[in-house]
């Protein structure tokens, strides 16, 4: 590789169509699962690899293997036109015969390929049919003459519908040429101790790997790239947490305990020992003169609502006011009762402000007027209590939900709803204490680790799907006993029509078959009035079936459910799994959960499984899934909540974010500013993948 100007850089963040062989249409197909720019494609590393070096005579080569021939194209057998016959093409050297197969080829590209009478290296997969070895569709045909445009050693890639193997290939075969060698930014004693190869190199070896060891998270190489992303996410971090409390000071609030102490009185239960301790963290933070960022983390069903409303009513008896943002109007609408049922024996009450056209306007106008003015101390909303239009006189606290559906300019916005507002994020993804480091960076964290007393655990088993009619069956005798029961259907991949065409075919085969349950359907297709109604008479017991996609996921509370049936559960992630089983044991009946398979499971699949039927625990959960994790899991599996990574493996590369956090430290001074600007800067832009974190990271 020649010598190149750091300037280069720039190169790796042009969009992917300068990229050979890259138009508008690859552009969007590459741009869904693996970015828009040249560094996203680099940062797609193959999962495995295809030895072509294997050359074994036609006599002699085994059914389904790899392998490569230099032959003599004999003659062409062409289908008659609207036949489907495939293309034959007869071929032999000194060790036999092979046909080779075309499918609906194309005229031109079979007869052009392979000239009669001439000799060419070809290279796929081989089977024998009556012992005579045919290759449907090489994956390589050169000419002998130029044996070195045949990869002896082939990367494989996870793909994606629309994306062939040659084409992503030869994109990341352009994009290579762009790699520049910039300055280091390891510090030097990591690098010594680690023996890694430099940027430039690594990027080279892990897109060309030699063996199946290259391909290994240990490799000096993937290593080296997975410290170079840990390294830069908790750079990020570090800075996000400076902007976020250089432009805040704090506030103290030091509440009389007036109301939080009436809160606690009036409870029809004890909390729990993690409540108390979240409880305790977070009141101290309110009270110190630093401004608060924590994150009350908490599996599905531990608590936190309460919790959050203590901090809430803490904000209030300090004379400041307080409230509570989530993720969507069904949510909101949940919190709102709840908490209301907390206050009531407090005299109290929370006012509930959605988006336009969502209360009504009278009712939005005086709640608006009662937060400009003060006289409305405690809220509950969705985006609504975002909006310009709405102003506080002194809010102290704001609560936010599910962190993961509001991003970092979400928080911006708040922030600038009050001076010195504290904050707290409510998130139900467990996440492995080995993993909070790089979920939340610096964000102080409480975790509520234990379940209120007297919580019956789910019955979880498995079935396969040929067993439908049963579970059918028994569904309907469930409902006849008063149960309430959730059917969710998978997601498909590629497409989410296909999803919601799945759901609607699954609510009218369950309608049918069981003409006393009325079934309400909720999917992301839907306006969201048409869903929350649907959820709604799921609520309120109009509806005992709801028939839904993963759009229940997040913190839907409907005690009375007591049955969840999960479709194709082996196409979902561990995660995701754990959150929607936690839909049900919400209320006093014993609950159960039917996760439905399609055979024959993968290993990881059935691990999965089994791992669901041993554990109701969150925090177990969250550890087996980064256990089982790792690279070669298709594109897309996203884990909802955890951190994602393109390079590192968190299961694998543990070891490396203690090592790189040390060196982030290292990288900012005192007042948290990089010392090295321009490589800060660098570093983030390569390989921090949140680009939101990016720009706050930045300033
Ligand atoms: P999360 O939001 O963490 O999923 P919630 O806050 O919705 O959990 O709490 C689930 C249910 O448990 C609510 O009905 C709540 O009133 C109840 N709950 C909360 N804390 C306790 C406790 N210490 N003991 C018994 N029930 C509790
Ligand atoms: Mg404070």
């Not at 009050?418 to 080995?434: L, N, Y």
Request: charged letters at 25%; proline letters at 6%; a neutral charge.
């Amino acid at each position: 590789m020649h010598p190149r100007r750091p300037t280069e850089i720039f190169g790796l963040f042009a969009a992917t169509t300068v990229l050979p062989g890259v138009g508008p249409k690859l552009a969007a197909t590459l741009e869904k699962r693996i970015g828009t720019h040249v560094i996203d494609v680099l940062r797609h590393l193959p999962v495995g690899l295809i030895d072509r070096r294997a050359r074994p005579g036609l006599d002699d080569v085994a059914d389904g293997s790899i392998a490569t021939f230099e032959i003599l194209v004999i003659k062409h057998d062409k289908p008659p036109p609207g036949t489907r016959r495939p293309w034959r093409v007869i071929c032999e050297n000194e060790t036999g015969q092979i046909d080779l197969i075309f499918f609906h080829a194309r005229d031109d590209y079979v007869s052009r390929m392979l000239p009669a009478g001439e000799r060419r290296i070809v290279s796929g997969r081989v089977e024998l049919r009556q012992g005579r070895p045919q290759m449907a569709h090489p994956d390589h045909i050169v000419r002998p003459d130029a044996p070195e445009e045949m990869p002896q050693i082939e990367p494989v890639y996870p793909l994606t519908a629309g994306l062939s193997p040659k084409a992503l290939r030869r994109a990341i075969e352009g994009a290579m040429q762009r790699i520049p060698r910039p300055r280091e930014w390891i510090a030097p004693a990591v690098m010594e101790q680690k023996n890694w190869p430099d940027f430039a190199t690594a990027m080279d070896k892990v897109h060309h790997p030699e063996n199946a060891e290259d391909l290994l998270p240990a490799a000096p190489a993937r290593a080296r790239l997975a410290y170079d992303e840990l390294l830069a996410n908790q750079l990020a971090l570090m800075l996000v947490r400076r902007a976020a409390s250089d432009s805040m000071p704090g506030r103290s609030f030091n509440g009389t305990g007036a109301l939080t102490m009436a809160l606690v009185k009036a409870l029809p239960f004890r909390l729990t020992g993690a409540q108390k301790r979240a409880i305790t963290e977070i009141a101290k933070d309110q009270t110190s003169e630093s401004r608060m960022l924590r994150m009350l983390q908490g599996d599905v069903g531990s608590g936190k609502t309460l919790v959050a409303l203590h901090a809430m009513l803490h904000a209030v008896e300090s004379g400041a006011q307080a409230s509570l943002l989530a993720p969507t109007e069904v949510l909101a609408r949940q919190h709102h009762a709840t908490i209301n049922a907390f206050l009531a024996p407090l005299g109290m009450e929370a006012r509930l402000l959605l988006g336009q056209g969502r209360s009504g306007s009278a009712e939005r106008r005086a709640i608006m007027d009662g937060l400009a003015n003060g006289d409305v101390q405690l809220v509950v909303g969705t985006h609504a209590l975002l909006s310009e239009s709405v102003s506080f006189a002194n809010l102290g606290l704001a609560v936010v939900d599910e962190q993961h559906r509001f991003g970092v300019r979400q928080r911006i916005l708040l922030g600038q709803k009050g001076e010195g507002v504290d904050v707290i994020v409510m998130t139900a993804t467990p996440i492995p204490r080995s993993l909070s480091m790089t979920a939340y960076g610096d964000l102080d964290h409480s975790r509520l680790d234990e379940k209120p007393a007297g919580r019956l655990p789910i019955d979880t088993r498995t079935l396969p799907l040929d067993r439908l009619g049963d579970v059918v069956a028994r569904l309907g005798s469930a409902i006849a006993a008063g149960r309430r029961a959730y059917w969710i259907c998978p997601l498909v991949e590629e497409s989410e029509k296909l999803d919601v065409a799945a759901a609607e075919d699954r609510a009218a085969t369950l309608a049918r078959a069981l003409p006393d349950v009325k079934v309400a359907l909720a999917h992301g297709k839907m306006k969201s009035a048409d869903r929350d109604a649907a959820m709604n008479q799921f609520r309120d017991g109009t509806a005992q079936l709801l028939v839904a996609t993963t759009v229940v996921e997040v913190g839907v509370d409907v005690p009375e459910a007591s049955v969840i049936i999960i479709e194709h559960a082996e196409r979902f992630g561990l995660a995701q799994l754990h959150q929607l089983r936690g839909r049900v044991g919400r209320g006093h009946d014993a609950s159960s959960c039917l996760l439905l398979f399609a055979p024959p499971l993968s290993d990881l699949a059935t691990q999965r499984l089994d791992v669901m039927r041993e554990t109701n625990d969150g925090f177990v959960i969250a550890e087996r899934d980064l256990e089982l994790r790792g690279p070669g899991e298709f594109l897309g599996q996203r884990q909802s909540g955890m951190p994602e990574f393109a390079l590192a493996d968190l299961g694998a590369h543990r070891d490396l974010l203690a090592i790189a956090r040390d060196q982030a430290a290292n990288m900012v001074d005192r007042d948290g500013a990089p010392h090295d600007r321009e490589m800060a800067d660098l570093l983030l832009s390569l390989f921090e993948r949140d680009s939101a974190v990016r720009f706050l990271a930045s300033g």
